[in-house]
Structures are given as structure tokens and as C-alpha cells.
């Protein structure tokens, strides 16, 4: 947990991120980013359009490989970038844009890449009946409408609610780190605390949570750290007690050029 | 340098290139007759109009698999035409409506109907040809020899300096629709749709219509191929054009196109054709059988498309 | 009441094809005056069905992932010939292993380039099309393989030819065989589950941990290797075969699948849809060969259809999804 005086644990990072870049041709999404993220803490990830926030997330989910430099979990390189490691390494990931199959029912979204099965013969089939319970108890709970069948297709939904589908996924399937892109998408004043004070808790059991958002002012008053990114830099790593969630909106519309007060600025 | 490297049709510039030294290194006493040359000149030229009409729509991620059986129905169309006794003039300018209607068909299936082009041409591709069987009876008479003789079908189907008039015509279309494509706005538009449709139609594309007339061009020159044909070989069978919807994709991807819409010359769709057409005589004139030829256009379409997609995504990652 | 109709043809792609299937069953066999329904008749056209059917079952788990395979004809081409080709010399069990390997092969090899090289699915099997659509010709240099006396004797090669059970065709019982095991396959299984991920979306099924390139690689294989049975089916049937076993089988097969359901955009097939579609088109084609109707009418009431049933099915899926 990053202490609130400034200074930061002598723990080993869980997620350490270390002079990655990433480019697209001649497009530089991500310059010589470096950033540790330890469990139990919540971490604000902060910038404006465009700033490199949801790359740096890709690239730690697995979903693209860094052109350059290296990413540890649990202090251990990771050399192969695909998703399906980072799920097994414990990341859970709500993203902006993808999640969702909208030709599948509710139920069989939850469980896609993690089927509960049955066998037959040896054979293994979708063990129907749990597919449905567990989905259902599960997405009544976090208040979808008791008119959603799970067995729906999901292109039913609206956009809150496939919002609201998509953090009862990442949060019931929780394991050791949660990443939240923009969660508070398409949700009610209401539906947004809720998510917030998911946050919290998630982090109180001792998960790590990476939190991006625009909002500099609602993430401030919840998380432990903000990191500031921008142009696919980071330009500010504070506690967050070491700086006014004014001062740091001051910084991102700056685009970077005001020096942070606190301990650390790239 | 890195300019011409980057152009989409270099490899077959490349290819063509090292086929024409190759054949006449190997085989220069056929390859060099005017005859064997004229004959290239003649068949590049039907399949490459009908792949430059396919180069249209596969620049704006389309594809029209009709143009076989568009080929067909209008070259029949001509011909029949023709042995009724209507002029020359008229049974041409008849079959190229007809040739366009298609295109109109095609376009609109697409557009309102919002259907897949794969599919729309794919019914395209079996109604007309089965078009043809029906209102044929399998009995297909060519075009006369009176109607032969006459100045327009001399002007597709004849020559001059002994060159085929169909090459000629090919490079004088190829080289308008070059130019179009290029140069004009309209030609910019059908990039621009091809590269990035949401984009193109948020900067003030008339999609529809550059969709519209992609179609209505694939369809036009695949007439326009049929006429070359028939007023220069005026024999023909009711299977007229069965199977060149393939030929022509694969001319059009050899020649450097690229499925995913936006890239693309004109040039390379002609060279592709060349480049098929050429091979495919030699390995007559060697004595290959013709099961070796389609064998090598299949090879010919992996190798290039793995060069190619391999390339395209280098190129974006360095 | 829009919603029930709504949630019965979003569950039931394959609803306009069967509806279909029914009425012009229907109609066939009035106009006929039944003989469209005669057993000879029936025997014949489930036969052909069931041929066409094993080919489009494979095109259909293809389209699902959002890929297509246009090289399916040649493959039971090669398949058929492997098969008549090699029995007299190895016998039936091992000829059809052989055709069997074939098809696997070379669905492997469109499942490379497709799904580890990322080449559109169009073009690699447009270029394996042609690869082995020459193969063909040329290992078959213009005759034709042939069941030898001694072949037909054996029990394999009556197993998935000329016998039958009941009057059934052993062709059609494979095909009922090979649907049962898809169907189970895609709708009740995690694979299944991921295929039509894939085709729903591949980006979020790769987020989720799906293996896009391992499951587009199978369905491949898949793909070859029902066509190659599909070509086996058809050989022992007829007793023969020739370089053009095959070709143009593919767009037959796509038009089946289409018909039956299948969105060519991936996530959304339906096998059943896909047999009532293979058997619309060649009860159509029975129709117009037992009217003494010129049978060229058969491929242009094909290209009707399947513009028609496209055009239907969209429609539908748009009134049922409009909230």
C-alpha cells in the first residue's frame, strides 16, 4: 500500500512496468513508460485523450505486446503477451470498447474463455444449468433488471446495463488485480457511487486496482496514487494527499508542462 | 527509391518483368513470334478489362463475383442480338445497358438491401447465368460474319499495325481509369471509401454513389470484355465466361490490390492480367497440361498474398 | 408481440428456410402429383442432400468464426479421387483414411495461412481452390478412378456408399451422424461456445482469453475435412469419379449455408438451416428434372433464392432486434 507521507512500500510491486514503449508504425502510442503498482492499493490512472492510458492497460492485460522494454508480474518477466496468461495471473479487465460478444446470450458472455463443464464420456459439454444460475444470480445482484433473461442475447442490453454486465463480471471473477477502463460508462449518479464504492472495497480485500477515468476529481477522493498521463508519457506519479485534485487537473490541462508537487514526476 | 518500393504493384512490375526475361531466354522463338505476342496481347486484354472493373470494387472492400456470368450473358446478348438482324451499333449499345442494369442490380442490392456483396453477386452469378441457359436453350449462335465486318465490331475486334485492338483499347482505359483514380476527386473518393469508410462518409463522400458506380463500372467492363471477345473470336458457347470471376480476383490481387480496401493501381490490376496470361501461354507452347496452369494461379495468389499482407503489415509497424 | 417473434427468430435463425422447405415441399409435390414424394425420388434427392449437406455442415462452422472457404469443391475432389484412387491398392479402410488426411491437410494449410499468417480467408482458399482443382486434373490426366469389381466387395466401401437401412441411404445417415455431432460440438460445448465468439466478435473473445488463432485453425480443418468426406460419400456412390468431381460445389455450399441461417459476418449459424437449405436446392433441382423442365432453370431460381432468402432474413433480424 503506498503510504500516505509520500514515500513508497519497500514491497515488492505487483505489476512493475519498466521503460515500455509502443508504436504503431510511425506512431509513438507510448514513450519510455515506467510504473509500479503494488496490491492493495488503488491507483487513479488519469490523462486526457489520447494519452497513452488504455494502451498502457492493453499492453499489461496482454493483448498487445510492448515494442520495447519490460513488464514484470510478481517480479518475474513477462516475455509472451496474451490475454489468457494475464487472466491466469489473476487480472481481471472491464475495457472500454471490448468485452462483449452481442451475438451471445448474457449467460454464455460471462463464462466465455471459462466454460464450467460437465463431461460425458470424457467429453467436456457447457454445464448449462450452472451457466445459467451462476450468471443470473450474479447480474441480478449487481440490479440488472429482473426482465433480463440470461439466455437473451446480449445486443438486448442497453448500454448501461452491458456496462453494469461487464463490472459484475470482472468483480465476481476477481482474483488479484482488477482494471477498470472509463467503468462508470453510460451509468446513472447512482449506479456510478455503487461502482466507486465497488473500488474500495475490492481494494480493502486486498486487490489491485487501476482505475481510469476522466473524472480527476472523483477518482482523487478514492484512490491511493494518481498517475498522470500524457503524448504516451507519464508525467505524474503522486500519493494522492500529496497534491490537490485541483492541482493535478491543472497539470492535464497543461498537457504535462506543470511540474508536479510531490515525490515523483517523470 | 522507398517511394517506388512502397507502391502496391511493385512485386508485380517485379514479376512481370522476370517472366518476360525468363520466357524469352527459355523460349525465344515462340515467345518472340508477333503471333504468340498478339494472342497474349488479345486474352490480356479481356481478362484484364474484366479486372479492372473488379479492381473498382475490391478497392472499396466489395466484391463482385457476377462479372463471370456478366461476361457471358452480355456477350450472348450481343451476339443474339446481332443474328436478329439489329445493327451492330444498336446491339452494342443495347448490351452494355444491359451490362450496366447489372451493375444498378448489384449496387442497389448492396446499398438498400444492405446485404453482403458476396452474397448479392454470388445469386448474381448463378441467376445470370442460368439466364442464359434458359432463354438459349444451349444453343448459341456467334456473331455473323456480315455483322463482322462491320466498323465497330472492326474497331474491338479487329487491328491495327497488327496489334489486337482489344490491347489497345485495355491500355487506353487503363490508362483513363489510372488517371481517374488518381487525379480526379472522384477517384479520391473511391480511395478514401476504400481506406476508411467511416471517415470518408463523415468528410462528405457521396458513398452511395462512388458505391453505385464502383458496381456499375465492374459490371461495364465485364461487358466490355465480352464485346472484345466476340468481335474477335465471333465462335462462342453457352458457358461463355464460367469461371473468370476467380480469374479476375486473382489477377486483381496479384497485381498488388490489397481485400482490405484503399490500395491499389490500375497498373498492377494490367500487369496481373499480363502476367496470368503470359505464363499460361508459354506453358501451352511447352506442352504443359492445362491442370499445371490453374495450379500455378493458386500458387501464384498464396504466394503473393502472403508477400503482400506480410508487407502491408510491416510497413504499418515500421 | 413483437418480442415474441422477436426472441423466436433471433433463436431460430434457420426459421425462414424451414418455413420454406415446408411450403415448397408442398407445392412440389401437388404439382407433381406426388411424384416428387416417390421413394426413387426421395432416395436420389436425400442422397444428393446429404452430399451437399456434409460440405456446407464444414463451410457453416467456417462462416462462423467470420471466415470463408470457397476452396471446399476441390477438396472433395481430392477427396473423392484419393478415395477411388487408392482402394484398389490399399483397400477401402485405408483409402479412406487417406482422403480423410487429405482433407485435413489441406484444411491445415488453409488454417496456417488464415489463421497464424492473418491472410484474408477469401484469397488463401481461392488460391487453394485452384491449387488442387489442377492436382486434380492432373493426377487424373483426363480419365476417371473407378470402383474396381474387388473394391465394391468390401464392407468399408459399402459402409459409406451404396448401402443402406431401410430404404435410407448410408450417405444420408452420415449426414444426420456428422449434424448431430456439430451441433453438439458448437452449441454445447466451450469450443462451440468460442467459435461463435469468434465470429461474434474477436477482438472481445481474444480480451477474454479466447485462443482466436487456435480455434480459426480448426474450424479450417474441419472445413477440409468434411469436404473430403462429403467427395468420399459421392464417389462410393456413384462408382466413380474424374479431375471435375467438385467443382463449383463450393458456391452450392456456401448457398446452402446461407440459406439455412448463416450470417456471412461470423457468430450466427444454424445446421439444421443449413441441411433444409442443401435440401432446397436439390429439391428444387429434383423439381425441375422430374417436370421435364430444362434444368438450366435450376441455377437461376438458385441465385433467386438465395438474394430472396438473404433479403428475408434481414429483414426479419431487423424487425426482431428494433427495440
Known amino acids: 500500500m503506498a503510504k500516505t507521507d509520500g514515500t513508497t512500500d519497500s514491497r515488492q510491486p505487483l505489476i512493475s512496468i519498466r521503460n515500455v514503449c509502443l508504436s504503431y508504425g510511425n506512431f509513438q502510442a507510448l514513450t519510455d513508460v515506467s510504473v509500479d503498482f503494488y496490491q492493495g492499493e488503488m491507483v487513479g490512472l488519469v490523462g486526457d485523450n489520447g494519452a497513452g492510458k488504455t494502451t498502457l492497460i492493453r499492453i499489461i492485460s496482454g493483448i498487445i505486446p510492448p515494442t520495447s522494454g519490460e513488464v514484470y508480474f510478481d517480479g518475474e518477466r513477462i516475455t509472451k503477451f496474451y490475454p489468457k496468461k494475464a487472466i491466469d495471473l489473476g487480472l481481471e479487465c472491464i475495457q472500454q470498447t471490448i468485452g462483449i460478444c452481442d451475438n451471445l446470450s448474457v449467460a454464455r458472455n460471462y463464462f466465455l474463455g471459462r466454460e464450467p463443464t460437465k463431461r460425458f464420456f470424457g467429453v467436456p459439454f457447457l454445464d448449462k444449468k450452472k451457466i ?55 451509468l446513472s449518479v447512482r449506479e456510478r457511487a455503487h461502482v466507486n464504492e465497488l473500488a474500495v472495497q475490492l481494494k480493502q480485500q486486498g486487490l489491485l486496482v487501476i482505475y481510469i477515468t476522466h473524472d480527476i476529481f472523483q477518482i482523487h477522493r478514492i484512490a491511493d496514487r494518481i498517475v498522470i498521463m500524457e503524448n504516451g508519457r507519464k508525467v505524474t506519479d503522486v500519493p494522492r494527499d500529496a497534491m490537490s485534485a485541483e492541482a493535478l487537473e491543472e497539470i492535464i490541462r497543461d498537457g504535462g508542462r506543470t511540474p508536479a508537487k510531490g515525490v515523483k514526476s517523470a | 527509391m522507398r517511394k517506388l518500393l512502397r507502391r502496391t504493384d511493385i512485386g508485380i512490375i517485379i514479376g512481370c518483368i522476370f517472366v518476360f526475361a525468363l520466357f524469352s531466354v527459355w523460349n525465344p522463338q515462340q515467345w518472340f513470334d508477333w503471333g504468340t505476342l498478339s494472342n497474349i496481347g488479345q486474352y490480356t486484354a479481356i481478362l484484364g478489362l474484366l479486372a479492372i472493373g473488379q479492381t473498382f470494387v475490391i478497392l472499396i472492400r466489395e466484391i463482385d463475383l457476377s462479372v463471370g456470368s456478366v461476361y457471358g450473358i452480355v456477350g450472348i446478348t450481343f451476339a443474339g442480338l446481332e443474328n436478329s ?20 442490380i448489384n449496387a442497389v442490392l448492396v446499398i438498400r438491401g444492405k446485404l453482403s456483396s458476396m452474397i448479392v453477386t454470388l445469386g448474381g452469378l448463378f441467376f445470370y447465368r442460368g439466364l442464359v441457359y434458359v432463354t438459349t436453350h444451349g444453343a448459341i449462335t456467334g456473331v455473323p460474319q456480315a455483322a463482322r465486318e462491320n466498323w465497330l465490331a472492326q474497331l474491338f475486334g479487329g487491328h491495327w499495325l497488327r496489334i489486337e485492338n482489344g490491347f489497345l483499347l485495355l491500355l487506353l482505359l487503363g490508362f483513363l481509369c489510372a488517371v481517374t483514380l488518381y487525379q480526379t476527386r472522384l477517384g479520391n473518393h473511391l480511395l478514401a471509401l476504400g481506406g476508411d469508410p467511416a471517415s470518408a462518409e463523415s468528410q462528405g463522400v457521396p458513398v452511395n454513389r462512388v458505391r453505385t458506380l464502383a458496381f456499375c463500372l465492374c459490371s461495364f467492363f465485364a461487358g466490355l470484355s465480352a464485346i472484345v471477345t466476340l468481335t474477335n473470336e465471333p465462335e462462342t458457347n453457352v458457358s461463355l465466361g464460367t469461371g473468370m470471376e476467380l480469374e479476375s480476383i486473382a489477377a486483381v490481387v496479384v497485381g498488388g490490390t490489397l481485400l482490405t480496401g484503399g490500395r491499389g493501381t490500375i497498373l498492377g490490376t494490367i500487369l496481373g492480367a499480363f502476367f496470368f496470361t503470359a505464363v499460361r501461354s508459354e506453358m501451352i507452347a511447352l506442352g504443359a497440361p492445362p491442370s499445371w496452369y490453374i495450379s500455378f494461379v493458386g500458387i501464384a495468389l498464396l504466394v503473393v498474398v502472403t508477400i503482400n499482407t506480410l508487407l502491408a503489415k510491416r510497413l504499418k509497424t515500421t | 408481440m413483437r418480442q415474441f417473434i422477436g426472441s423466436i427468430v433471433r433463436r431460430h435463425p434457420e426459421g425462414v428456410t424451414i418455413s420454406m422447405v415446408v411450403l415448397i415441399s408442398l407445392a412440389f409435390a401437388v404439382i407433381t402429383q406426388g411424384s416428387w414424394l416417390s421413394v426413387g425420388n426421395m432416395q436420389s434427392l436425400s442422397q444428393l442432400t446429404a452430399v451437399l449437406a456434409i460440405m456446407a455442415f464444414g463451410e457453416a462452422i467456417v462462416i462462423a468464426t467470420g471466415e470463408i472457404d470457397i476452396s471446399v469443391g476441390s477438396v472433395s475432389g481430392i477427396g473423392a479421387l484419393a478415395f477411388l484412387g487408392l482402394a484398389p491398392v490399399v483397400g477401402s479402410g485405408l483409402a479412406l483414411l487417406g482422403a480423410l488426411a487429405c482433407g485435413i491437410l489441406i484444411g491445415a494449410m488453409n488454417g496456417v495461412f488464415v489463421a497464424l499468417l492473418g491472410l484474408p480467408s477469401l484469397l488463401v482458399t481461392l488460391g487453394t481452390l485452384f491449387l488442387f482443382q489442377g492436382i486434380g486434373y492432373a493426377v487424373t490426366s483426363g480419365f476417371s478412378f473407378a470402383a474396381t469389381n474387388s473394391v465394391r466387395q468390401q464392407w468399408i466401401y459399402n459402409a459409406v456408399g451404396n448401402s443402406g437401412v431401410a430404404g435410407v441411404n448410408a450417405g444420408v445417415i452420415w449426414a444426420l451422424v456428422v449434424l448431430v455431432v456439430l451441433q453438439l460440438v458448437v452449441f454445447e460445448t466451450p469450443v462451440g461456445n468460442r467459435i461463435l465468439a469468434v465470429g461474434g466478435d474477436a477482438a472481445s473473445s481474444f480480451s477474454r482469453g479466447v485462443n482466436v488463432t487456435k480455434i ?28 471435375s468431381f467438385g467443382a463449383t460445389m463450393e458456391l452450392s455450399a456456401i448457398a446452402a449455408a446461407v440459406l439455412g441461417g448463416c450470417h456471412l459476418t461470423g457468430g450466427r449459424i444454424s445446421l439444421i438451416g443449413t441441411l433444409f437449405g442443401a435440401f432446397v436446392l436439390c429439391g428444387i433441382q429434383s423439381f425441375l428434372i422430374l417436370l421435364g423442365v430444362q434444368p438450366q432453370w435450376y441455377i437461376l431460381v438458385v441465385g433467386l433464392i438465395v438474394v430472396l432468402a438473404s433479403l428475408a432474413d434481414r429483414t426479419l433480424t431487423r424487425f426482431a432486434t428494433k427495440q
Open chain 3, 216 to 243: 480459426k485453425f480448426g474450424v479450417f480443418v474441419v472445413s477440409g475435412l468434411l469436404a473430403a468426406f462429403a467427395g468420399v460419400l459421392d464417389a462410393a456412390f456413384i462408382g466413380y469419379a474424374d479431375g
Open chain 2, 85 to 104: 438482324n439489329i445493327s451492330v451499333l444498336l446491339s452494342f449499345i443495347l448490351a452494355m445497358l444491359l451490362a450496366v442494369l447489372i451493375g444498378l
Open chain 1, 132 to 186: 445459467r444460475d451462476a450468471s443470473a444470480k450474479v447480474v441480478h445482484d449487481f440490479g440488472l433488471r429482473d426482465t433480463v433473461d440470461v439466455d437473451d442475447e446480449i445486443a438486448l442490453l442497453s448500454g448501461g446495463e452491458k456496462q453494469t454486465f461487464k463490472i459484475a463480471r470482472a468483480v465476481t471473477f476477481r482474483n488479484r488485480v482488477i482494471i477498470m477502463d472509463e467503468p462508470t460508462n453510460h
